[in-house]
């Protein structure tokens, strides 16, 4: 079983690791067959490793000057949260090609075949865009990388800007804005009230602490707080 945490708390049974318990042994990157297996080498600076995140960069338009786990997964940071989720399952699913090629490399004296693992990788990115329910940038340069990656796009929706006003009142009657809300449903709330005459000026204003309450009782409060403020100057008739 493949683990991120393992690579992120050094567990993994590389010769390095084997070393540190004592164990002697000659040692070899099993890639590349040019270096001492460890796990900076074999995940991040092996010639074989490097070429597939090279690859996963490029289809990513990401740039990592040091590649090591943590930078690799803070590298989807500047990117929209759809990109983001693909390429962290990019950088988790591309460990885990590596040593499951090693370990085939090892146990079976099989071949690597850098234009396959890229294929598996490719496909570990599609498998994630449908689990993804993030969204995009509506931008070309996410356009192109899913293009590249061959995923379904995931749209933001569309801010939609409407103009709205509100109407004076008749003449005799005063018009009352009212708001509630509460900070969690429940949670701490407030009412507020605005009141204006039919010329559209202010004639009374209110606000007032709810405690815990939720949002519904909170604009319910808030109409009878706007209402008990025009009763108590007189205003008996009055418009919404």
């Keep these: 079983m493949w683990g991120g945490w393992r690579l992120c708390n050094n567990t993994i049974s590389t010769d390095e690791n084997a070393k540190k318990k004592g164990i002697s042994m000659a040692s070899r990157c099993w890639l590349c067959e ?60 591309g460990t885990k090609l590596i040593w499951f090629a090693r370990n085939r490399k090892i146990h079976d004296n099989g071949s690597i075949d850098i234009d396959k693992e890229k294929r598996k990788g490719l496909s570990n990115i599609q498998n994630a865009a449908f ?25 933001r929706k569309v801010t939609l800007i409407k103009s709205c006003y509100w109407g004076l009142s008749s003449v005799g009657e005063v018009k009352i804005n009212t708001d509630g809300a509460s900070k969690g449903n429940p949670g701490k709330g407030g009412v507020g009230y605005f009141i204006r005459n039919c010329e559209g000026s202010a004639r009374s204003a209110g606000a007032k602490g709810l405690g815990i309450t939720t949002s519904f009782i909170a604009d319910c409060q808030a109409i009878i707080q706007g209402v008990k403020g025009s009763a108590s100057n007189g205003w008996l008739v009055a418009s919404g």
Excluded at 135 to 141: D, L, S
Aim: charged share 20%.
């Design 34 to 93: 040019a270096h001492e297996e460890s796990v900076q080498h074999i995940f991040w600076n092996c010639k074989v490793s490097s070429e597939l995140w090279q690859w996963s960069m490029n289809l990513f338009k990401i740039n990592i000057q040091t590649l090591d786990f943590k930078n690799m997964i803070k590298a989807g940071d500047t990117k929209s949260f759809y990109i983001k989720d693909l390429w962290v399952s990019t950088v988790l699913g």
């Design 131 to 155: 689990l993804s329910s993030d969204c995009m940038n509506n931008n070309q340069e996410d356009l192109s990388t899913i293009h590249g990656l061959r995923v379904p796009v995931h749209p």
